[in-house]
């Protein structure tokens, strides 16, 4: 098969930026078991992502969506649900419930304590006298 070309997938995604998002995506995908549309024909898995977006074998909006997902920072399928479901009253009301002020100043004192031990086992660099480098040089 010929080679593919940012021209032959520019019709399907617009944006160059977004082009190179999406295949990224369906490249980490493949590499991590999802199931390929087309033939591989010994091509590596970014060659096989833009043959499957030139190909339209894939959805594109199904690959904004899986890169959505996976910059988002709340992964806690908990706290994921339909805003349908609930206002955000009812939402913010049930955070506070399980995680209050006092456990986040717990936290905060808990790393700091941690960092302090740190800092005292390794204290980091300390300024060295001039003359002292100069006579290990010798």
Same mark, same amino acid.
């Given at each position: 098969?010929?080679?593919v070309?940012?021209?032959d997938?520019?019709?399907?995604?617009?944006n160059?930026?977004? %082009?190179v +998002?999406?295949?990224?995506?369906?490249?980490?995908d493949? @590499?991590?078991g $999802?199931p %390929?549309? *087309?033939d591989?024909? $010994?091509?590596?898995?970014?060659?096989?992502? +833009?043959r499957?977006?030139?190909? !339209?074998?894939?959805?594109? =909006?199904?690959l904004?969506n899986?890169i *959505?997902?996976g +910059?988002?920072?709340?992964?806690?399928?908990?706290? *994921?649900e339909? /805003?349908d479901?609930e206002? !955000?009253?009812?939402?913010?009301s049930? +955070? /506070? !419930?399980?995680?209050?002020?006092?456990? /986040?100043? $717990?936290?905060?004192?808990? $790393?700091?304590d @941690?960092?302090?031990v740190?800092?005292?086992t390794?204290?980091?660099?300390? =300024?060295v006298?001039?003359?002292?480098?100069? @006579?290990?040089? %010798?």
């Amino acid at each position: 098969m010929a080679r593919v070309t940012v021209e032959d997938c520019i019709d399907k995604i617009p944006n160059r930026f977004d %082009l190179v +998002l999406a295949a990224a995506q369906r490249s980490r995908d493949i @590499s991590t078991g $999802n199931p %390929l549309t *087309i033939d591989r024909d $010994n091509d590596k898995n970014p060659v096989v992502a +833009l043959r499957e977006i030139a190909d !339209e074998t894939i959805d594109p =909006d199904k690959l904004r969506n899986d890169i *959505i997902k996976g +910059l988002q920072k709340l992964s806690n399928p908990e706290f *994921i649900e339909d /805003e349908d479901e609930e206002d !955000e009253d009812e939402v913010h009301s049930r +955070l /506070e !419930e399980k995680y209050t002020i006092n456990d /986040e100043l $717990n936290d905060f004192k808990i $790393n700091n304590d @941690s960092h302090d031990v740190q800092n005292k086992t390794n204290p980091g660099f300390h =300024d060295v006298d001039e003359n002292l480098i100069k @006579s290990e040089d %010798l």
